[in-house]
């Protein structure tokens, strides 16, 4: 087996063996407490730019399948795992973890103790960090890790935004480029066949099989988000993150979707004044990074979190039901609670590790957003209610 090591900026020296492709590859460095859901993990665009740590013993167990990709590419800079499987066991498998990272190019680096380097990351804070199978030269490779661009300086939501609008047709997208023209047919049931043009939000009436036009801002939408909206029957349009608040009302959209996505919302202005200018004119749910545009839109500001919020296991109170729901998480930036103008923002749910915004909604406007992950993928489906709740917010209720 072929040594590697993973290098800190702080010079934090861990030795492995490569176990993806050969190389280096430079990132921030978060640890994921996830035990499965690696291959959604590699894929999610909220990884670019990132040096994901694994913390469960084996990884690559069940291989990897065209199935449970969140993108059509893996988004990650690389991996660090205790044990990568290279014999999984998986009917849906086509490949194994290792042919998949070095046929996509992704340096990985396995037998690091990823307990000691998770407690490392929690105490010291993330930081950025080297994979290399260049072993001779580790100071070389500090130095690297030290002279990297840092995560609150760089715009990576560009880098994983589709350039241009695309509809989603329940397992993928349509090959055809969309037409902002609408007329859509029920869903199902008595009257199936019948055409129907919706006008814009306020005033309607509820109706479980009504098709709403949803358009998402992808800033590095997970398809999972697309599949979870498409179930619900909406009429899914992706537009570009870069698109003003205009180009999103061309669409004659019932409601807007802020997507999850990388990096720091602080560098993000275009997404925040978009968000802005579209405050009252739709209803719009915000999730992820999302859920801090809003924030900013709002009037609140951001921060990073020391270590962040990763993995399938964290527990999210409700405020305005009491409810806990144990959520998917994947974030290293928070909504600042105390930044919000309380007379018109109130905070709807809270994180029970550590008290931070975990949700938001105006007070008297449709608009609310969660920074965990009602979709999960990977993780628990406790708050997949929340969708039920942008259609209801869409219907006018």
């Known amino acids: ?204 009436e509820y109706e479980p099989h009504r098709h709403y036009r949803v358009v998402c801002v992808d800033c590095g939408v997970k398809q999972s988000i697309l599949r979870c909206l498409h179930q619900h029957h909406c009429d899914v349009i992706t537009v570009p993150a870069d698109s003003t608040a205009a180009q999103i009302l061309a669409w004659n959209a019932d409601g807007v979707v802020f997507s999850n996505g990388p990096g720091d919302p602080e560098v993000l202005d275009y997404l925040v004044n978009a968000a802005r200018e579209l405050l009252g004119q739709v209803p719009i749910f915000g999730i992820g990074l999302g859920h801090q545009i809003l924030g900013r839109a709002l009037g609140g500001c951001t921060f990073k979190l020391k270590a962040g919020h990763r993995g399938s296991n964290h527990p999210v109170k409700s405020l305005l039901t009491e409810h806990v729901d144990i959520t998917y998480q994947n974030h290293g930036f928070c909504v600042d609670i105390d930044s919000l103008p309380k007379a018109d923002v109130e905070v709807t749910h809270v994180s029970l590790n550590d008290g931070t915004c975990e949700g938001l909604r105006h007070r008297e406007l449709p608009v609310f957003g969660v920074q965990h992950h009602p979709e999960a993928a990977p993780g628990p489906h406790d708050s997949d209610h929340l969708f039920d709740d942008f259609i209801a917010l869409m219907a006018g209720q």
């Open 1 to 204: 087996m072929k040594k590697a090591i993973l290098a800190l900026a702080d010079g934090t020296i861990f030795e492995g063996y490569s176990c993806g492709a050969d190389g280096s590859a430079v990132g921030e460095v978060v640890f994921n407490t996830s035990m499965c859901g690696y291959q959604e993990m590699l894929t999610d665009p909220s990884n670019h730019g990132q040096i994901v740590a694994l913390t469960y013993t084996e990884i690559g167990n069940y291989g990897i399948n065209p199935q449970d990709m969140e993108s059509s590419r893996p988004w990650v800079q690389g991996i660090v795992v205790r044990k990568c499987s290279e014999q999984p066991s998986n009917w849906r498998a086509t490949m194994s973890l290792g042919e998949y990272l070095r046929e996509n190019g992704i340096p990985a680096i396995e037998g690091v103790d990823t307990r000691m380097l998770t407690r490392h990351v929690r105490y010291n804070g993330t930081q950025a960090g080297v994979i290399t199978s260049r072993v001779d030269d580790p100071n070389a490779a500090v130095q690297m890790a030290r002279e990297a661009a840092k995560i609150t300086d760089v715009d990576y939501v560009m880098d994983v935004t589709h350039p241009v609008p695309r509809r989603w047709i329940g397992d993928r997208y349509e090959d055809s480029a969309p037409v902002p023209e609408r007329q859509l047919q029920l869903h199902d049931g008595d009257g199936a066949g019948q055409h129907f043009s919706f006008g814009s939000f306020g005033g309607r």
